[in-house]
């Protein structure tokens, strides 16, 4: 049951994702929606927080790869829905496909490195796991311009994804220290 919920959640977040990438200025909301749609940070932390949520390290590395799957299988869904003006066929799969395909290897890493960060996380509240996630918030603006992607992306969206990051950086630190110094009361020897 537990990775039907996975699956669905996937498909959502994927689903939302585009949508919210095709909405445009047009429409009201601004263009800013473009610009967060485009962040590869949340399609990070998803498989990172479904893995936080398993008791054994492979069952959350399986649980990483199958809701970063399910994401994209949910984004390509979308892609090719009336919704957004794409009438489906064979012909549009595979050339979406096609020219997803560093997305697609890239989901067959990080999905199951991720989930299982996010079981060392839960069980042991690794700084490599910590580290790893706020890194993908703090870091994305940067990386994206230093690689050349940066045009029409939105600069208050990579301010308050900095912001996120420093936030959940802040998290990870007080948690850590929280559960260090209450392993420490609980322990009968050094920890």
Same mark, same amino acid.
């Given at each position: 049951?537990?990775?039907v919920?996975?699956?669905?959640g996937?498909l959502?977040f994927?689903?939302?994702?585009?949508?919210?990438?095709s909405?445009?200025a047009?429409?009201?909301?601004g263009?800013?929606?473009?610009?967060v749609?485009l962040?590869?940070?949340p +399609? &990070?932390?998803l498989?990172?927080l479904v @893995?936080?949520?398993q008791?054994r #390290?492979r069952?959350a590395t399986? %649980? =990483?790869l199958v809701?970063t799957?399910?994401?994209?299988?949910?984004?390509?869904?979308?892609?090719?829905?009336p919704?957004e003006?794409?009438?489906?066929s064979?012909?549009?799969?595979r050339a979406?496909l096609?020219t997803?395909?560093?997305?697609?290897?890239g989901a067959l890493?990080?999905?199951?490195?991720f989930g299982?960060l996010?079981?060392?996380w839960?069980a042991r509240?690794? +700084? &490599?796991?910590a580290?790893?996630v706020? @890194?993908?918030?703090c870091?994305? #603006?940067?990386?994206?311009?230093? %690689? =050349?992607?940066?045009?029409?992306?939105?600069?208050?969206?990579w301010?308050?994804?900095?912001?996120?990051?420093?936030?959940?950086g802040?998290?990870?630190?007080?948690n850590a220290r929280?559960?260090?110094?209450?392993?420490?009361?609980?322990?009968?020897?050094?920890v």
């Amino acid at each position: 049951m537990a990775f039907v919920v996975i699956v669905i959640g996937g498909l959502v977040f994927g689903a939302g994702d585009q949508y919210l990438g095709s909405l445009t200025a047009a429409t009201a909301i601004g263009w800013w929606t473009i610009s967060v749609s485009l962040l590869s940070a949340p +399609w &990070l932390i998803l498989p990172f927080l479904v @893995g936080s949520t398993q008791r054994r #390290p492979r069952r959350a590395t399986a %649980a =990483g790869l199958v809701v970063t799957l399910s994401a994209l299988a949910g984004y390509f869904t979308m892609t090719l829905s009336p919704m957004e003006g794409v009438r489906f066929s064979l012909m549009e799969l595979r050339a979406l496909l096609g020219t997803n395909q560093l997305n697609e290897i890239g989901a067959l890493v990080t999905g199951p490195l991720f989930g299982w960060l996010g079981y060392r996380w839960h069980a042991r509240r690794s +700084w &490599l796991a910590a580290v790893l996630v706020t @890194g993908a918030l703090c870091l994305e #603006p940067l990386a994206v311009t230093v %690689a =050349g992607r940066s045009g029409g992306r939105s600069g208050f969206v990579w301010a308050f994804e900095v912001v996120v990051g420093v936030a959940v950086g802040t998290w990870f630190f007080v948690n850590a220290r929280r559960h260090d110094g209450l392993a420490c009361h609980t322990s009968n020897g050094p920890v």
